[in-house]
């Protein structure tokens, strides 16, 4: 493994509970954590990362979100222990954000070059483009989502947070192969933005849409190879750090989407941005995400149940036709999740309610939209 100490910092765990000892049940016990060494991660799954840089969303002081994020996580029971964990401490703030920009980029490419999934906790959304470079870095071509109150391409605004998708998405070369943006509300989001978006094949959910149809963004996470969580898209309520708006998601709801992202077999990197510690009431924030993570590590307990597609006698095969196209359908004997083929025999994460259409004769969006991409 590439020497990353220069990176990082280790964290103090006795800390994250007040110098109380941690019981037997509780993650930190289970958690290999970066206090005096770095921990050997060959044999990990998950990898934690913080990162604590504000200065992107106009902040001018780093508050170390990471940790209090980490206070709560460490502190909860720890059911599925078949899954390892690593925590490799906080990536350290650059000069500038472009170093920590460097400095993210760099901790993430080595990492995903050993094959883990990495969780990066803390900083402004705009990480999310140091958290893209990575897999730029590996010249990995990516399908993104990003889940979000707004959709950050104001080309007009100064603070990189509000701006930083128009690089990722139009910069070359751009390894960007499809991008998904999840929980928008439409109040807060220009017209001709979504115009753009639609003419770019990109697909876009609605806070409302998402939340009626919650369980079709499964399927939209499960073809995600990395994933950006804003925590704006929680309601104020639930997440009292989020000043964007009292509306969003609520903290089941965000819980669930973080297990859909722990399930897929595809997703690599989460990064959960937007916190700003200064900002929370009674901690709730860093529960809620300490929450979405113990969601994100049960869904990746839940993947391993999965079977590859190869291994048909695991799944349901439904042979159907809509306007004369035949395709065929996979259901899961395991799990129940619902995969369909296109027309160059690809198979992509669906769901029933697809198989539904498909078999009424009408066309289902999933399939056409991405038909129209290729």
Partial sequence: MFDLHQFLQPINVALLNDDVAFNDGQLANYIMAYEDELPDISDTDVVIAGVNDLRGSGSKKNVNASDAVRKQFYQMNFWHTEVRIADIGNIKT????????????????EILRMGKTVVLIGGSHDITLAQYFAYKELEQIVEATVIDATIDL??????????????????EPNLVKHYNHIGFQSYLVHPRMLETMDKLRFDCYRLGIAKEQIEEMEPVIRNTDMLSFDVSAIKYSDAPANDCSPNGFTGEEACMLSRYAGMSPLLSSLGIYGYNADKDVHDLTAKQIAQMLWYFIDGKSRSRQESLLAER?????FHTAFTE?????LQSKKTGRWWMQLPDKKMIACSYNDYINASNNQIPERWLRAQERM
Avoid: Q
Avoid at 325 to 329: A, H, L, N, Q, V
């Fill in 325 to 329: 196209i035949d395709t065929i359908f």
């Fill in 94 to 109: 650059g000069a500038t954000v472009a170093d920590t920009y460097a400095a993210v980029k760099t901790v993430l490419a």
């Fill in 313 to 317: 006698f695991n799944f349901n095969e």
């Fill in 154 to 171: 104001k080309s007009d605004s100064t603070i990189r947070s509000e701006n930083f998708l128009m690089e990722m998405l139009t910069g």
